[in-house]
């Protein structure tokens, strides 16, 4: 069975829902194809302590306003899913789920979507499809040699999975801080980065964090010198179970190991430790695998984009996988922008 629509969607995350509410507003005709069983993006299966780096006001969407979560200055991801359940529903966004695109093809002036489900057939595709699907796996010598648990961020929940485990958290990031911080006080942990961690200021947050990210856009843009953007700031935004930990002296980090052994780690210099579980906290790629047919891979992996739109393939936009497609459009608050305007040139496009 065959459909046909103006503009298909492949993603009904955070970035998905904001190019819905935008091509609403523009009156194009529009679907949106979500591979999950239930709303709320990647953000229903996080682990359980995580909160967001931003208040409420400064984590919403285009059009509302996430309401605050009782009792939380910065909202945990439960009350995310919430946020983005009841947004599909005020703008009654068209989500079909659960459907898997397998691949994105040309088709003489439209673009052909197959699915799990069904055909669609399109003027426009808009790729909103995240990276929390992909993570990425260093590759360390001895990761198939170790005995114990090896977990990616997709797979950590809570501390109470490791008690009475020697855990080893390998990872300088957002994600690496904070699950250390989430087992630094009941556990024996070992918190390894590739350099020593960098702590943001502890009055800054999300919003300094977009501002950052869109003045580094605008500079680039105007072709004056690279302000560094949030890297400039440092890496780890000091939200306050990580201050915490971090001012009790528990989040003491140490330099990458060379390899791992059968029971654990070892550095270049010799020294070793113990070790039942290690858990990486090193990232994600971009999930692009139904783009596949559409061959606009560079030899890096990313494609081609001038703002959101694919280079090579004029009728694909790409929204949400980082600052590569808009200034921290990864972000709740980040992605409303280039979701508008990835909206306005699709309906420039089909209404051609």
């Not at 690496?176 to 980065?193: C, F, K």
């Not at 999300?206 to 856009?217: K, N, Q």
Request: net charge positive; hydrophobic share 40%; with cysteine.
């Amino acid at each position: 069975m065959t459909r046909t629509t103006q503009v298909v969607v492949v993603g009904g995350g955070q970035a998905g829902l904001a190019a819905g509410y935008h091509l609403r507003r523009l009156g194009v005709e529009f679907v949106i194809l979500d591979a999950q069983a239930a709303p709320g993006g990647a953000w229903q299966y996080t682990w359980d302590s995580l909160h967001l780096f931003s208040p409420a006001a400064f984590s919403s969407l285009p059009g509302w306003l996430m309401p605050t979560q009782a009792g939380a200055e910065y909202p945990d991801a439960a009350h995310v899913v919430s946020y983005l359940r009841d947004y599909e529903k005020r703008y009654d966004l068209p989500v079909e789920r659960p459907v898997r695109v397998l691949g994105v093809h040309r088709d003489g002036e439209l673009l052909r979507v197959e699915t799990d489900s069904r055909t669609w057939r399109a003027r426009a595709v808009l790729s909103s499809t995240g990276t929390w699907w992909r993570p990425f796996l260093p590759a360390v010598p001895g990761r198939g040699v170790f005995g114990g648990v090896q977990l990616h961020t997709v797979e950590y929940r809570r501390p109470q999975d490791f008690v009475g485990r020697r855990v080893i958290v390998v990872g300088g990031g957002n994600s690496g801080a904070q699950i250390a911080a989430d087992l630094a006080y009941d556990h024996e942990l070992t918190w390894v980065t590739q350099r020593p961690p960098r702590f943001l200021a502890d009055n800054i947050d999300g919003r300094a964090l977009f501002d950052a990210a869109t003045g580094r856009r605008r500079a680039l843009d105007e072709g004056h010198t690279d302000t560094g953007g949030v890297a400039s700031l440092g890496d780890i935004v000091a939200v306050p179970p990580v201050r915490e930990a971090r001012d009790r002296g528990l989040l003491k980090a140490a330099p990458m190991f060379s390899r791992l052994t059968r029971g654990g780690v070892e550095w270049a210099d010799g020294t070793c430790a113990e070790a039942d579980a290690v858990i990486w906290c090193t990232g994600f790629r971009p999930a692009l695998s139904h783009l596949a047919p559409l061959q606009l891979r560079g030899r890096r992996g990313h494609i081609a984009t001038t703002g959101t739109r694919a280079v090579d393939e004029p009728r694909l936009h790409l929204l949400g996988y980082g600052d590569w497609t808009g200034p921290a459009s990864a972000t709740l608050i980040g992605v409303g922008r280039p979701a508008r305007d990835a909206s306005r040139e699709i309906a420039q496009l089909v209404r051609a």
